[in-house]
């Protein structure tokens, strides 16, 4: 081939949000797979909170994405050319191609995708590893039950929309935490949500207590700070803190303990943090489930697709914290 | 009777650790039994971490001690005079009789003791709610495994010390956290402890990669601030973290959160707490569990007994929260 690959590379480690110098744009000669790889020309690429952690040079999950290298991230994409036995050409595939628009792959943590089921972006959204986070980490950390009172916050996000549809389903009350009116009231109006709370404009402790006055059984948390804080003063008995992220977080430069904390001692309840990637061996159980109440209608897959390609990558990271998305954040090459 | 009976009640509420001005001290005559009560002669007061929190009035898992009220407090003494069945002249009875020489009592969350077994003081400290809040929230709450890394933070305390031994009876890795080096002597030399950490004078964060290079599977947590996060960040894998008490926030007008607690989701680890009163079904098995341990020398009970009477109540919790005592800290009647 004679195209380019355009790639978003990190030059420098971010203080707070990254700046545009702390990123590289850089151009290659499309590249060849070799024996047992395939091509992908990446089609969508999956903008998320996480992305952020791994740019700090810290110990954590997953190590962090080096200077210099192209940037970590989940995509789409069509196999343009294939050494591999499992994947052909036309094929469309799901992985961890990076910020580029042609990847090269072993076929690890990559999967074929039906497009007839869903499009796409859904593939990186609600039945992508969002969605399953969702899931696992309601059902499963959060050992969620029938008919209880479940809290979401960064609840317009992809994780966020996720859980409280699959909190729904389960017969519970759902009340999501979003950053402005519009969002609450798609939560509300399109996604089933019982009530939703402005952390901007509203205060939501006081909220929270008007609209789950028996107590929070389960707390579904993205984002952490004053919005975790908040939910530790109106817990249940024996409530259940799943901690999935802390978007609020992420650029701080001293991130805020949830002083609250000794809630957990007087409520008999508990704060868990968990990875999705530990479910790897049970993530085709999420996805029967999401696409089946996806194809029922019980679930609704929303997608916010930003266009500008690779270049675009920085923007599009800086949009994810200010909040521009309802839905999976996709940026389209 | 024509004897008196002294008592400590609460005068105000206090900010920071209690005033003087924050007790009274009243005389009453000594009252006597009406049908279905005892009274008591009250020999031993103990002195808890927990009590400082029962003098905000704030929801918590206990209603506040009201002003005016006679002090809260567990404690040992003998029958002086009885019209209920179950309890007679003579016998010696452990239950919450507050801070006053003589108490009348309905039976109610009182049991009597056997001398035989243990002193008095061992009642309120290792056989008493002390050993009992050790033995449930190591085995129960933090679900601890044989031959696992336990840290333990007020390690020389009542709590800290009972749980200490009983994760050394486990076949675990036991480090302990104190205030002072005598204290952490104490653990290592009496109590059977691996390490000790002083945490006034060294890195906490830094011993505990030197003492648990493989990570801390348990922590068992009477401290909080900034133990707690120094703790979080030498989890291993799955990690329980159980809050047993906070005692360096007890104080404090602006509790200091976890900064670290999103180490919990790194290390897919949990942060739990529970309050004793909930297995009050199960006390016996943990009494049970921890007189045969004592009788067979695997634990050794240690109390610190302080005299001067109830008027001595206000310095002896403030010594508490000074740390004076190793073991059990015990008010003599």
Redesign the interface.
């Known amino acids: 081939m004679n195209e380019e690959n355009h790639q978003i590379r990190l030059a420098a480690r971010p203080e707070g949000l990254p700046k545009p110098s702390d990123w590289e744009q850089t151009t290659e000669p499309v590249p060849e797979p070799g024996e047992g790889q395939f091509r992908v020309a990446v089609s969508h690429i999956s903008i998320d909170p996480a992305m952020r952690a791994w740019l700090n040079d810290v110990?954590?999950?997953i190590r962090p994405v080096e200077i210099g290298a192209v940037m970590r991230a989940a995509g789409v994409g069509t196999v343009t050319a294939s050494r591999h036995p499992d994947f052909a050409e036309g094929d469309i595939a799901s992985g961890v191609f990076g910020v580029q628009e042609h990847a090269i792959s072993d076929g690890k943590g990559t999967f074929k995708i039906d497009t007839d089921l869903a499009p796409a972006p859904t593939w990186l959204g609600m039945l992508g590893l969002s969605g399953i986070t969702a899931y696992f980490g309601l059902l499963d950390v959060g050992q969620l039950k029938q008919g209880e009172t479940v809290v979401i916050s960064g609840a317009a996000g992809a994780v966020g929309s996720a859980a409280g549809q699959i909190a729904k389903i389960h017969d519970c009350r759902v009340i999501g935490v979003a950053g402005s009116w519009e969002k609450c009231a798609v939560l509300v109006d399109e996604l089933g949500f019982d009530a939703a709370i402005n952390y901007k404009e509203e205060r939501v402790g006081r909220a929270l207590r008007e609209h789950a006055p028996g107590g929070v059984d389960v707390f579904f948390d993205n984002v952490?700070g004053e919005v975790l804080?908040a939910v530790l003063t109106c817990l249940a008995r024996e409530a259940r803190i799943v901690?999935?992220?802390?978007v609020s977080?992420y650029n701080a430069a001293?991130?805020?303990?949830?002083?609250?904390?000794?809630?957990?001692?007087?409520?008999?309840?508990?704060?868990?943090?968990?990875?999705i990637f530990?479910y790897a061996d049970r993530y085709p159980e999420a996805t029967a489930a999401l696409a089946g109440w996806l194809r029922e209608g019980r679930i609704i897959a929303k997608e916010h697709c930003i266009s500008g390609g690779v270049a675009a990558f920085p923007d599009a990271l800086l949009g994810l914290f200010a909040g521009v998305n309802t839905g999976k954040l996709i940026l389209k090459v």
């Open positions: 110990p954590s999950y952490g804080d901690i999935s992220g802390a977080q001293d991130v805020k303990g949830p002083a609250n904390y000794l809630s957990l001692l007087v409520n008999r309840a508990s704060m868990k943090g968990f990875v530990d």
